[in-house]
C-alpha cells in the first residue's frame, strides 16, 4: 500500500523536513520527494505526493529548482554592515549592537515596512527603557539600511515617526575636591589617565588609542588621534608641566620606548569608568563619569573668560554655538587639582 511521511532531521544548518514515501508495499524502496525548512512546505510537498499516487502516477523525482528568496530586513542589514569599511572600529561595533536590536523587534521584506512599523519599533525601545539618544541612533541605522535596500520612500525617515520626549541632562562636573577623593581610592594605574582627562578635556577614548608616539616631548604636548576628536581631525593638547613630567617619568629612557605602545598603559576607557564609579559609591558622593570630567574642563575654561573659539580648539568641539549655549550656565567651582600633590600619592 502507498503512504507518504515527514521526516525532521537536524542539519548543522538548521531543522530539515523531508519528504519520503512509497509507491507501493514495504517491498518498495523508499522515495525522496523533497527537503524543507519548514514543516508548512513539507505538508504542501507530501499532499502533492499523496495526489499523485491517487491518481495511480508515480512523482517525479524533486528537482533543485530555481528559489528566488524573499528579500528580509536581517539579510539587507548584514549587506548594509558590509559597506560600512569608513567607519572607525567603535563605530562598527556600535552598528552591530543596534542591529541586534533592529533585527529583535523588525522583521519581514523590508519594503513591507511603513511608518506605524518603524513608530512600534520606537515605541518598543522606549519601553525597554533605552534614553532617547540611544533610540536616535538606532532609527539613523534603521533608515541607512533602507536607504541601501533601496526603500522609497523609506519609513524610518518619515515625519510621522517621532522621538520619545525626554528631559534635558543637566550638566553637572564633579568637584575638585570630589575628584581628588575619588582619585585617592583609584588603582595606580588609573591615576595618570584621570589626571590627562582631567587636563585635557579628552574623551576617555583618549586612553586606549593615545600611543607613545604621540608624545611631543620637546614641546610637552601629546597629540589627539582624529579618532578621538568629535571634529574627525587629529589636534594637540599642550601638557600641565607637572603632568608633562610624570608621563616623561613613567615612559622611561627614550631608546627603550615604544613608539606604537600605548601612552597609558595597564588602564583603559572601561576600566577608569568602572573604578570611578566604585569609588564615587564607597565615599558616598554623587557619581560621575570620565567624561564629566570633560564638562568640568570646558567649564573651568568658560569660567576663565576663554573665548569660545579657544576652548572649541583646545577640546576639539565642533558646534561652538551648541557648546556657549550648553555650558554658560554650568556651575561648578573654580579650583584646579593640585597636580603635583595628588601625584606624590602615587608615588
Avoid at 525548512?37 to 505526493?49: D, K, P, W, Y
Avoid at 576617555?204 to 581631525?233: F, M, Q, Y
Wanted: aromatic share 6%; hydrophobic share 40%.
Amino acid at each position: 500500500m502507498a503512504s507518504v511521511w515527514i521526516r525532521a532531521r537536524d542539519t548543522k544548518s538548521g531543522r530539515r523536513y523531508r519528504v519520503e514515501y512509497r509507491p507501493g508495499g514495504r517491498e518498495e524502496r523508499v522515495r525522496f520527494a523533497g527537503s524543507f525548512t519548514t514543516r508548512r512546505l513539507a505538508r504542501i510537498r507530501a499532499a502533492f505526493v499523496e495526489s499523485e499516487l491517487a491518481a495511480g502516477r508515480i512523482p517525479e523525482p524533486a528537482k533543485p529548482a530555481e528559489v528566488i528568496a524573499s528579500p528580509t530586513l536581517t539579510a539587507a542589514a548584514d549587506r548594509w554592515l558590509a559597506t560600512r569599511i569608513d567607519v572607525a572600529p567603535s563605530t562598527m561595533t556600535r552598528h552591530r549592537v543596534e542591529l541586534k536590536r533592529i533585527n529583535r523587534l523588525l522583521a519581514g521584506d523590508p519594503s513591507d515596512l511603513g511608518p506605524d512599523d518603524v513608530t512600534g519599533f520606537v515605541a518598543a525601545l522606549a519601553g525597554e527603557g533605552f534614553k532617547r539618544g540611544t533610540i536616535r541612533k538606532t532609527l539613523q541605522t534603521l533608515a541607512m539600511i533602507l536607504d541601501h535596500a533601496k526603500v522609497d520612500p523609506n519609513p524610518a525617515r518619515d515625519r510621522t515617526v517621532k522621538l520619545p520626549r525626554e528631559p534635558r541632562e543637566e550638566i553637572n562636573p564633579p568637584s575638585a575636591e570630589h575628584v581628588e577623593a575619588v582619585y585617592r581610592l583609584l588603582p595606580v594605574k588609573h591615576r595618570l589617565p584621570l589626571l590627562w582627562l582631567d587636563w585635557s578635556g579628552a574623551r576617555v577614548s583618549s586612553v586606549d588609542l593615545t600611543l607613545v608616539g604621540d608624545l611631543d616631548e620637546p614641546r610637552r604636548r601629546v597629540r589627539l588621534r582624529a579618532a578621538t576628536t568629535k571634529t574627525g581631525k587629529a589636534l594637540w593638547v599642550e601638557l600641565h608641566p607637572v603632568l608633562a613630567e610624570a608621563i616623561e617619568e613613567r615612559l622611561g629612557p627614550r631608546e627603550d620606548r615604544d613608539p606604537a605602545g600605548r601612552l597609558f598603559p595597564g588602564s583603559g576607557a572601561d576600566a577608569l569608568r568602572t573604578s570611578i564609579a566604585k569609588a564615587c559609591r564607597a565615599l558616598a558622593i554623587p557619581l560621575w563619569s570620565p567624561h564629566d570630567l570633560r564638562h568640568r574642563r570646558i567649564s573651568l575654561l568658560h569660567l576663565r573668560g576663554t573665548p569660545w573659539a579657544v576652548i572649541g580648539a583646545f577640546v576639539g568641539q565642533r558646534d561652538l554655538s551648541t557648546t556657549a549655549d550648553t555650558y554658560t550656565h554650568v556651575l561648578v567651582d573654580e579650583t584646579e587639582l593640585d597636580y603635583a600633590e595628588l601625584l606624590a600619592v602615587s608615588a
